[in-house]
């Protein structure tokens, strides 16, 4: 579903029309009295109103006709002039319990009668004229004539329920009768999409928000405050208009830093939080309520491992449920992966064994620190310390955790000991960070090279993985550590056999950490 939310504090009429001419509706169509308006005859060339048609420009101001008299119930009947055509009752406005009878209105289109025969001519000769709105129905019987249809015609192409010589032109030659009838288009609740549904009932002038991250049968939104009197039905309707979408939560409290996860209220639905997801091809199951998953994140988890080669290690330092793990695991990257959150521990076993990866990732439940001080470090020290260049895998450690990932940079400060054996095998870090920044990419390096103790000038590549909020930004630096912070020189007694242990290999035994 984007990803970023969509808000409708805009007033314009163009902006109106066209964004409520793209939401699907089916319709129930109601018998009507017909007044036929003979169509006039425009001074404006046929070849000119056909360009607009293609150009897809949409008239700005519609004259209203006079209104039918012929409301059943507490429904209106609105013809074409009006800028709210398409819009629910205004009664609605102020709803907290969702009625959906109160959705019924009655609205005036326009028609064409059009013998059965030649429709399928008639709707390929004005595509652009006759009604384009998703899912309502173009084509309906005649309820005066039974070998004729019903064209419905799009009333921001037919003001004034006319048409253009153009238009004339093209019924001409179908030997069509060149008059627009008026009929009577009941909408329900059914017929309106969420967006215009909420718009419709929230306080006018303030930011209707409908976007939401959807998890599987899930859908997570981040109400405002003055969107809380209103979030139950708005949790209903997201179930009405969303299919697959049974369950709708709230995020009530900020993530917490040190499992990721967030206190949360289940607005409408049912309460089951445990779900599937699936990402870049690769299925993952999770409970949403105790551990982190952002499906905004699946182009920056692509990203990443993109750049890793069959054969290549991967240090996955907050791996969450394996976003990044089980598909390096599949390109067949040795991978070693880590969280500190024992429920995204057990969720990246559980993924691991149902992406059939599980005896290619060894993973670790520790703080991140420990992880770096300990298996990454073993780990690294045999990697680097192999006798020949070529046998060298490249080395990538992702730290995603941004609100606070920066800070332990500082374990790579002397993290190995002896000699570096050569540029080209220094590990690459991905490490993640949150910014407010008005220069985020500036800012991020800085306090990269403060928890190093060195400079990245030009040995470093930022990346902007996705605005978070107002002012606030999510980025990715990448840089290979350099070998005076990774290595810490050994004293002179120390020298020679530290050097020879390190880079030549002779007391190594490679062991077959991964299978």
């Known amino acids: 579903m984007r990803e970023r939310p969509l808000s409708f504090g805009r007033r314009g009429l163009s ?57 059943t119930m507490r429904e209106t009947v609105e013809e074409n002039g009006s800028p709210e055509l398409y819009s629910p009752h205004p009664e609605v406005r102020g709803m907290t319990l969702l009625d959906r ?17 030649i429709v399928h001519a008639l709707l390929k000769a004005l595509k652009h004229t006759v009604l384009q709105r998703p899912g309502l129905k173009r084509v309906i019987e005649d309820p005066e004539d039974e070998g004729s249809k019903l064209v419905i015609l799009d009333p921001h192409q037919v003001p004034e329920f006319s048409l253009g010589q153009a238009e004339q032109e093209v019924l001409k030659q179908l030997n069509i009768p060149p008059e627009v009838s008026r009929y009577n288009l009941e909408l329900t609740y059914e017929n309106f999409k969420s967006e215009e549904i909420l718009r419709a009932v929230l306080p006018e002038g303030q930011d209707v928000t ?41 995020k009530t409290s900020i993530i917490d830093s040190t499992y990721r996860n967030f206190e949360m209220e289940v607005l409408a639905g049912e309460s089951n939080l445990v779900t599937k997801v699936k990402e870049n091809n690769i299925s993952y199951e999770l409970d949403f309520a105790k551990v982190y998953w952002n499906p905004r994140l699946s182009t920056e988890h692509g990203r990443i491992v993109e750049l890793l080669k069959p054969g290549d290690v991967l240090f996955d330092v907050f791996a969450g449920i394996g ?4 598909p390096a695991a599949k390109k067949k990257c040795v991978v070693f992966a880590n969280d500190l959150n024992p429920e995204s521990y057990k ?34 020290s045999k990697a680097l310390a192999l006798e020949k260049e070529a046998q060298k895998p490249a ?52 306090r990269a090279e403060a928890s190093l103790g060195a400079s990245l000038d030009g040995r470093c590549a930022t990346y902007l993985v996705r605005n978070v909020a107002p002012n606030k930004e999510m980025l990715c630096i990448s840089f290979q550590v350099p070998a005076d912070v990774l290595y810490k020189r050994p004293c002179p007694a120390e020298e020679k056999p530290a050097s020879k242990r390190l880079c030549t290999g002779k007391d190594f035994t490679e062991e077959n950490v991964v299978s």
């Open 347 to 380: 969720w990246l076993l559980h993924n691991c064994k149902l992406n059939k990866v599980d005896n290619k990732i060894k993973a670790f439940n520790l703080d991140g620190r420990d992880f770096l001080l300990g298996p990454v470090r073993e780990e690294l």
């Open 395 to 446: 080395v990538h450690i992702v730290m995603n955790l941004p609100a606070s990932a920066l800070e332990f940079l500082d374990v790579f400060r002397h993290l190995l000991v002896g000699e570096p054996c050569g540029a080209a095998v220094l590990p690459t870090v991905h490490c993640y960070g949150f910014s407010k920044h008005e220069n985020p990419a500036k800012e991020i390096q800085e």
């Open 101 to 117: 009878e109160a959705f019924k209105k009655t609205v005036v289109v326009p028609v064409l009668k059009v013998k059965k025969e």
């Open 210 to 250: 409908s976007g939401f991250s959807r998890v599987g049968h899930i859908a997570h939104f981040n109400l405002r405050d003055h969107q809380l009197p209103y979030k139950h039905l708005i949790g209903q309707v997201i179930i009405d208009k969303n299919p697959g979408i049974s369950c709708v939560v709230n």
């Open 15 to 71: 902006h109106c029309f066209r964004t409520l001419w793209r939401f699907g509706c089916s319709a129930r169509l109601l018998k009507t009295n017909h007044s036929r308006t003979a169509a006039p005859n425009t001074s404006l060339p046929a070849v000119r109103m056909l360009l607009a048609q293609h150009s897809g420009r949409i008239p700005g101001v519609f004259v209203a006709a006079q209104k039918a008299n012929f409301c």
């Open 323 to 326: 976003p990044f793990a089980i």
